[in-house]
C-alpha cells in the first residue's frame, strides 16, 4: 500500500509531495505511538509540535526502506519534517488509498 505526503500550508498549497511505501509501521505496532496512527486509507495530518516525536520515531523505521526508491523516499520525507518542524505554518499531510480500504471492506483497529 503507498501514501501521498504532502507539505503544506494552510491553504493546501506548497507543492512539494512525496509518494511512501512499505515503511510505515501497522496499527499493532505499539513501540510507534505518532507513525502507527498515520490512517492508510484516509488523511492523516501533523503540525510543527508533533515533528520532534515524529522524528524521533521516523529514524527508527530507517531500516524498513529497503530500495533505493525507499531510501530516496525515507529521506524525502525526513527533509519535509525538518522543515516542518521549523514552520510553524506548515503540516505534513499523508493521504491514504480509499480505493483500498473500500476493496478490502476497511476494518479499522
Known sequence: MSLVVKLEDDLGEHGEWNML??????RDQMDFPILRGIDPYGKTVFNHPQ?????GEWE???PRAKDE???????KLKDMAQRCQRDRDLYLRFAGN???CAAEICVMN
Do not use: H, N, T
Request: neutral net charge; aromatic residues 12%.
Open 60 to 62: 527508527r523505521v530507517r
Open 51 to 55: 515533528m520532534e516525536a515524529f522524528l
Open 21 to 26: 511505501y512499505g515503511v510505515i509501521p501497522a
Open 69 to 75: 526508491s525507499q531510501r530516496e523516499a525515507w529521506q
Open 98 to 100: 480509499e480505493k483500498d
